[in-house]
């Protein structure tokens, strides 16, 4: 399963970026999507989740009413809507995934990261 994200890029402050979440492959079944996002000398952190199912959505407090996770009806594009950008969420961004993938004998669990995309917020 392969990731490719894509929207970032520099937006001043108060601005909005979008980012997309592309996955793809063959014989997998996504279970949760989400967004992580890591600042130059910090610690990877969670920003957001969705389930593929019924899109129950889970947002880390720093982030809750500014941003907005979302997925596509065929559930392998995920998108992050994030607006009022402010300089701390300046950080490389990472898709994951984790589900399910079969080699025509068995399912078993898989969890695979993209390669991430830079946000830069200017103040």
């Known amino acids: 399963v392969q990731l490719v994200e894509s929207g970032g890029g520099l937006v001043q402050a108060g601005g909005s970026l979008r980012l997309s979440c592309v996955a793809s492959?063959?014989?997998?079944?996504?279970?949760?999507m989400g967004w992580y996002r890591q600042a130059p000398g910090k610690q990877r952190e969670l920003v957001a989740t969705?389930?593929?199912?019924?899109?129950?959505?889970n947002y880390a407090d720093f982030v809750k009413g500014r941003f907005t996770i979302s997925r596509d009806n065929a559930g392998n594009t995920m998108y992050l809507k994030m607006d009022s950008l402010a300089p701390e969420d300046t950080a490389v961004y990472f898709c994951?995934?984790?589900?399910?993938?079969?080699?025509?004998?068995?399912?078993?669990?898989?969890?695979?990261w993209g390669q991430g995309t830079q946000v830069t917020v200017s103040s």
């Open positions: 994951s995934v984790q589900g399910r993938k079969s080699n025509g004998l068995r399912w078993t669990p898989f969890e695979t």
């Open positions: 492959g063959s014989a997998f079944s996504i279970d949760t």
């Open positions: 969705i389930t593929r199912g019924t899109g129950s959505t």
